[in-house]
């Protein structure tokens, strides 16, 4: 298990507190292929969500 924080800010975000939120990932492959989610904001992820 791993924990990473990040967060991408422009000017007007830099007085915005952090929120933390709990969420489960997976990472599923099958032979040489790894599924991943595209996102509406153009990136791709692992699957699974908040809990």
Known sequence: MFYKEYREEDEDERHLPIRH???????????????????KQG???????GV
């Open 43 to 49: 990136i791709y992820t692992f699957p699974g969500g």
């Open 21 to 39: 939120r709990k969420a489960v990932r997976a990472v599923i492959w099958h032979a040489t292929k790894i599924l991943l989610v595209y996102t």
